[in-house]
């Protein structure tokens, strides 16, 4: 258990961990946590810092693990949209989107909840939600993900309650 750098390149300076695509991966920088969970909340703070975007993307329990839902951030849109399918299969449908004005260089609390069919996000002072009958599948994977350099995350946290047995 615990987390798993995927793609990409990870690393923790001075207690911030910081995610860098890399160009030859041809795909986003992606650090995973492995869990089983229905309902979650997940909190962290995060800086933009020289990358073009920041997502919060959940998977489900069914192997291989297809893609449910994310939470995209950048300086200007915060967007939510439901996933399917999984690596060539993944298709993407954008629900809700926000235009926002985030500062790279600053630090935005994020708090995201998933509860039932309803997908809630707060990103410094910004709301979002959108539903779907998807975001109510059991999870087992949250995925750290960025585009470009220099993203930036801390004091990440999830806080689920176990689906049944």
């Known amino acids: 258990q615990g987390w798993q750098a995927g793609i990409g390149e990870w690393r923790i300076e001075g207690g ?9 991966d041809n ?3 992606s650090l995973t946590h492995r869990f089983e ?20 993307a959940c998977r489900d329990t069914v192997p291989p693990n297809l893609h449910l839902g994310r939470l ?3 300086q200007d849109k ?13 298709k993407a449908e954008r629900l809700v989107t926000k235009e926002v004005d985030l500062k790279p260089d600053e630090w935005y609390n994020v708090t995201i909840e998933i509860i039932g069919d309803q997908y809630r996000a707060m990103v410094g002072d910004e709301e979002i939600e959108a539903t779907h009958s998807r975001f109510a599948d059991s999870k087992a994977i949250l995925a750290l993900v960025n585009r470009g350099q220099g993203a930036k995350y801390r004091n990440v946290a999830i806080w689920h309650a176990k689906g049944k047995e």
């Not at 969970?37 to 919060?56: C, P």
């Not at 939510?80 to 993944?90: C, D, E, N, R």
Request: proline share 2%.
């Open 72 to 74: 995209y951030i950048t």
């Open 37 to 56: 969970a229905t309902d979650l909340i997940i909190t962290a703070e995060v800086q933009l810092g020289t990358a073009e975007q920041i997502a919060f």
């Open 27 to 29: 795909h986003a920088s």
């Open 78 to 90: 915060l967007w939510i949209q439901h996933m399917s399918g999984i690596a060539k299969t993944t």
């Open 16 to 24: 911030v961990l910081i995610g860098d695509e890399l160009p030859e």
